[in-house]
Nanobody, 129 residues
C-alpha cells in the first residue's frame, strides 16, 4: 500500500512563506499524478494544486494562483508546495494525494479529490494575522 508523508506545516505570520513536502514511502512517484488539498475546520476538503507525473502540467485554485507553486523531484520521490504571501484564510490541514497516471487524463492533472487513491495524514498550516 503506497504511503505519503507530508511535512513542513507550521505557524507563520500573515505574509510569510512555507514549503510543504510530500514524500512517497515504499513506492516511487514516477508514474503518479499528485495533488495538494486543504481542509479548514467546518469546511470541505478543497483542491489547491496538482502536478502531472512528469511535472510538465500544473493547475492551481484561483485563491492561490500567483502565491503557491507546486513542483516535484522524482529522483527524491517528493513533491513540494511552496506557499508565499500567506493569508489567514490559508489556515488549514494540508494533504497530498496520489493517483496513477493510467487512471487519469494523460499528461494532465485534476484538483478533484474524488480521483485520488492514496492520501497522506496531513500537516497543519496556521497563518496568524
Amino acid at each position: 500500500q503506497p504511503q505519503l508523508v507530508e511535512s513542513g506545516g507550521a505557524l507563520v505570520q500573515s505574509g510569510g512563506s512555507l514549503r510543504l513536502s510530500c514524500a512517497a514511502v515504499g513506492f516511487t512517484l514516477d508514474y503518479y499524478v499528485i495533488g495538494w488539498f486543504r481542509q479548514a475546520p467546518g469546511k470541505e476538503r478543497e483542491g489547491v494544486s496538482c502536478i502531472s507525473d512528469r511535472g510538465d502540467y500544473t493547475n492551481y485554485a484561483d485563491s492561490v494562483t500567483g502565491r503557491f507553486t507546486i513542483s516535484r523531484d522524482n529522483a527524491k520521490d517528493t513533491v513540494y508546495l511552496q506557499m508565499n504571501s500567506l493569508k489567514p484564510e490559508d489556515t488549514a490541514a494540508y494533504y497530498c494525494a496520489a493517483v496513477h497516471r493510467e487512471s487519469t487524463t494523460q499528461d494532465m492533472c485534476s484538483r478533484n479529490r474524488l480521483l485520488y487513491d492514496y492520501w497522506g495524514q496531513g500537516t497543519q498550516v496556521t497563518v496568524s494575522s
